[in-house]
């Protein structure tokens, strides 16, 4: 390429520029090519494979897993023997 003068010949240089839709016609086409490599990056990961949920989830689960407790003493409660065997106590009684 380089000459004694220093000149520049027209073969060498590269003065083509690509128009817009020839740019959004190549665009396209590599994610076309791309597409699978893409789903995959994008993809939503399981929430089993990360350590704790999200705070939205937390915000779902919590009115439920404020009853869960309740729950679970009301049936121990109804299935005992005792149930009828308690004594209610007297709110006013001292001691």
């Known amino acids: 390429m380089a000459n004694a003068h220093g000149f520049v010949y027209a073969h060498h240089l590269d003065t083509y520029k690509k128009n817009k839709s020839e740019k959004t016609e190549e665009k396209a086409k590599e994610r076309r090519e791309n597409r699978e490599e893409r789903r995959d990056m994008h993809r939503k990961r399981d ?12 915000e779902k689960n919590k009115a439920f897993n404020m009853l869960l407790p309740k729950r679970v003493l009301e049936r121990k409660y109804r299935d005992s023997e005792t149930r009828g065997k308690l004594k209610k106590k007297d709110k006013n009684a001292v001691g």
């Open 47 to 58: 929430r089993k494979t990360k350590g704790s949920s999200t705070n939205t989830v937390k």
